[in-house]
């Protein structure tokens, strides 16, 4: 590698630090995500020295578990659908099970104030709003087809959608209210902000991930929420670290810098130091610009991670003696625009006497209830699941919550998403190594981005950027 590629001119030791000659590995991996681990695991498998640094004391980052009535539960990521082939391909390799969402019985949406059952993926409005929506989303997998997931600012129109909202998008294209009502509600279930927020173009780059708006949205069939984790989604990291060597992973170890030379990577973290040849950086972009790198990254790579907000997002579990809306035909689901809480769905665990909801506070009433305490999203959840439900709801035997938005080790969540202008300015920055620092995390990924599928195939595609760079292994 010449300095050129790497850009390295500052010498790879500080002077005020000494690292031990232990303390060199082949690879350094930062964050102990899916993704991280992922790409960390496999390398490992090709016989490399590697070693995850991690900020939090605890695997998992987007993903984690939680206990509700001493039930283990998802306080992150949690449903996988029948084409996310990567992540379905591990939980495979790591003995882990997957079940089916419940989802027998009628849907529930509250519009106007008023809370109507439905089946299907559109709920019943006029046939007026029925017919709007439709050629909406039709429109919409349309426009997702002319795009490469994996290069969306290459689009033909890419200038044209990377220039609007989805807002400015639907005001265009959509002519009745209880239609507009619906994609509102579909934009913040599934991209976790307002559509005044995030630009079309990273709307139809997330479609084409995923191969269609409805995939995305629905539980059935192909949908992305059609299946769960036996015993919890948090499971996946926890497995992949077992796989690590041991002594392979350090947590409680935010990194702060990251020093590039001809000679190695020097990584910087709240412990103390370790060196490289190479360097995967598995944060979504906005956390990767808290890590001071010297040289500086390329300004398109910095302008991105300066770019692309995290989704805002807080996650609630509703525990109830019994899930007593199964008794009435309805699945669990229930969706909203008046919110706060919702979208709303069943996370009852197979075999359990009990009854759990799982429902997310999102967008602007994410952010309205991030500062409050847990007590007041206890009672906002509980009032609108009584407006969905009826009053059964009003007596819950347990809760819990993450806020993930105060969590400064994601800042939000489901995942980074762009405003107008980032994805055609600076999107091409994304994957793009710079010298020995490789790229990986959802956000990267060329499917499902932005899902835990997204999350291992970035990892897996680091690793292998990485593997074809550092000299083959010889088998004993
Ligand atoms: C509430 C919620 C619900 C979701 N639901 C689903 C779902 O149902 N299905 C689905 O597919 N996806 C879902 N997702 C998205 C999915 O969880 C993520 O896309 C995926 O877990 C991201 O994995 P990652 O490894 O790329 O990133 P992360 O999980 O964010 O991992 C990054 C890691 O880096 C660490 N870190 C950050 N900064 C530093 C630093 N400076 N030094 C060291 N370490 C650092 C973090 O602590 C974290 O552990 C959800 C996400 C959330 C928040």
């Known amino acids: 590698m010449s300095p050129d590629q790497t850009g390295a001119k500052a010498?790879?030791?500080?002077?005020?630090?000494?690292?031990?000659?232990?303390?060199?590995?082949?690879?350094?991996?930062?964050?102990?995500?899916?993704?991280?681990?992922?790409?960390?695991?496999?390398?490992?498998?090709?016989?490399?020295?590697?070693?995850?640094?991690?900020?939090?004391?605890?695997?998992?980052?987007?993903?984690?578990?939680?206990?509700?009535?001493?039930?283990?539960?998802?306080?992150?990521?949690?449903?996988?659908?029948?084409?996310?082939?990567?992540?379905?391909?591990?939980?495979?390799?790591?003995?882990?099970?997957?079940?089916?969402?419940?989802?027998?019985?009628?849907?529930?949406?509250?519009?106007?104030?008023?809370?109507?059952?439905?089946?299907?993926?559109?709920?019943?409005?006029?046939?007026?709003?029925?017919?709007?929506?439709?050629?909406?989303?039709?429109?919409?997998?349309?426009?997702?087809?002319?795009?490469?997931?994996?290069?969306?600012?290459?689009?033909?129109?890419?200038?044209?959608?990377?220039?609007?909202?989805?807002?400015?998008?639907?005001?265009?294209?959509?002519?009745?209210?209880?239609?507009?009502?619906?994609?509102?509600?579909?934009?913040?279930?599934?991209?976790?902000?307002?559509?005044?927020?995030?630009?079309?173009?990273c709307v139809l780059g997330s479609i084409a991930g995923a191969g269609s708006i409805e995939i995305q949205a629905e539980v059935h069939g192909e949908g992305a929420q059609h299946s769960r984790i036996r015993g919890g989604a948090f499971q996946i990291a926890a497995r992949l670290a077992d796989r690590l060597a041991p002594g392979a992973l350090t947590l409680n170890a935010p990194v702060h810098a990251v020093e590039q030379s001809e000679t190695g990577v020097l990584v910087r973290h709240a412990g103390g130091a370790l060196t490289a040849d190479r360097l995967i950086v598995a944060l979504p972009p906005a956390l990767a610009a808290g890590i001071h790198f010297q040289p500086a990254l390329p300004p398109a790579r910095l302008q991105l991670q300066a770019r692309m907000p995290m989704g805002s997002v807080i996650k609630a579990l509703v525990a109830y003696e019994r899930p007593f809306w199964r008794d009435r035909g309805w699945s669990g689901e229930a969706i909203g625009e008046q919110g706060p809480f919702g979208p709303v769905a069943d996370a009852t665990p197979p075999g359990s006497p009990h009854g759990f909801l799982v429902g997310f506070f999102v967008g602007e009433h994410g952010r309205a209830f991030a500062g409050l305490p847990e007590t007041a999203r206890r009672d906002a959840a509980v009032r609108s699941l009584c407006r969905y439900f009826g009053d059964e709801a009003a007596m819950p035997i347990g809760y819990v919550d993450k806020n993930w938005i105060a969590d400064p080790w994601s800042q939000g969540g489901y995942a980074g998403f762009t405003a107008p202008g980032t994805l055609t300015a600076c999107g091409r920055a994304l994957r793009v190594p710079r010298g020995r620092i490789h790229w990986a995390g959802a956000e990267t990924a060329t499917r499902w981005i932005g899902y835990i599928d997204g999350a291992v195939a970035a990892g897996e595609r680091a690793a292998e950027e990485v593997a074809e760079l550092l000299p083959p292994v010889p088998r004993e």
């Open 11 to 201: 010498p790879l030791h500080g002077p005020e630090l000494s690292t031990k000659p232990g303390d060199r590995v082949d690879v350094c991996v930062i964050g102990a995500g899916v993704s991280g681990l992922r790409a960390a695991q496999r390398l490992t498998e090709r016989g490399l020295a590697v070693h995850v640094l991690e900020a939090r004391d605890r695997v998992g980052g987007r993903t984690m578990g939680g206990l509700l009535c001493g039930e283990a539960v998802d306080l992150g990521g949690q449903w996988v659908g029948p084409g996310q082939t990567r992540v379905l391909a591990l939980c495979d390799e790591l003995g882990l099970d997957t079940y089916p969402q419940y989802a027998e019985g009628r849907r529930l949406m509250e519009i106007d104030g008023r809370v109507r059952g439905y089946t299907g993926t559109v709920p019943r409005m006029s046939l007026l709003g029925l017919a709007d929506a439709g050629l909406a989303m039709r429109s919409l997998n349309r426009a997702a087809r002319s795009i490469d997931p994996a290069a969306p600012w290459d689009a033909p129109d890419a200038a044209i959608w990377d220039r609007i909202t989805m807002d400015q998008w639907m005001r265009r294209h959509l002519h009745t209210r209880g239609a507009r009502s619906l994609m509102k509600i579909i934009a913040r279930a599934i991209y976790t902000c307002e559509p005044h927020e995030i630009s079309m173009l």
